[in-house]
């Protein structure tokens, strides 16, 4: 198994531009999700899937879009960069219940000139 | 206030020293988790615990669900194992964790 991979590892956009953020992951999980992480700040979660189909919002969901059209994939768009959102994106995946153990992408540096 | 505290922020030990993070919640919760994160690196998750005690290894994670608070302790600590710890939580209906800011432990030889 993969677990959870992340595409890309590494990433510098100038303001405006877009880009997609890919989350693929082969445990056959049905909730995903999407973090930032910032220095001082921790995780905060963006968005959230709970299966194939749905999403929901987190935290901090302004300036981002999320798709799950396949259960295993869950794409996280920026449609116009912003420096704000420099930062480094998890993904995450586990299954159904609460006591169940989070699955950790290895993780996309975005920076945003 | 933030739903989860973690102390201390910052940690620094001597090789083999023992040492306590302490992880402390305000929500009724499932289960908490401690997770580990090197420099740079990704987020690895070493114990999920809903009561009483998991060790594997040299580290220990305990909680007290009455008094809303966790510990993970490290024996005989190694600078390997120099990383942020993060604790978080889950429960509710919410399907999400609630994250610590994590504690930064640096060990050295």
């Known amino acids: 198994n993969a677990g959870v991979t992340q595409t890309p590892k590494f990433r510098v956009l100038k303001t405006g531009q877009s880009m997609t953020l890919l989350c693929a992951q082969d445990?056959?999980?049905?909730?995903m999700y999407w973090y930032r992480q910032d220095p001082g700040m921790g995780l905060r979660l963006i968005h959230y899937?709970?299966?194939?189909?749905?999403?929901a919002k987190g935290e901090v969901p302004d300036g981002y879009n999320v798709s799950r059209l396949k259960k295993q994939n869950f794409l996280l768009g920026l449609e116009s960069a912003a420096p704000s959102q420099t930062s480094v994106y998890f993904c995450?995946?586990?299954?159904?219940?609460?006591?169940?153990?989070?699955?950790f992408g290895p993780g996309t540096r975005l920076t945003v000139l | 206030k933030n739903e989860v505290e973690q102390s201390p922020q910052n940690l620094t030990a001597q090789e083999g020293e023992f040492i306590t993070i302490n992880c402390s919640y305000s929500?009724?919760?499932?289960?908490l988790h401690w997770l580990q994160q090197h420099p740079g690196g990704g987020i690895v998750s070493l114990f999920m615990l809903s009561s009483g005690k998991k060790k594997h290894g040299r580290l220990i994670a305990t909680i007290n669900i009455q008094e809303k608070h966790s510990s993970l302790h490290i024996t005989a600590s190694h600078p390997r194992d120099s990383a942020v710890y993060i604790c978080a939580v889950s429960g509710g209906s919410n399907y999400k964790l609630t994250f610590g800011k994590g504690t930064l432990l640096t060990v050295n030889p």
């Open positions: 929500v009724g919760i499932s289960a």
């Open positions: 445990m056959n999980h049905e909730y």
């Open positions: 899937s709970v299966g194939e189909g749905t999403t």
């Open positions: 995450a995946s586990r299954r159904e219940a609460n006591t169940d153990t989070q699955y």
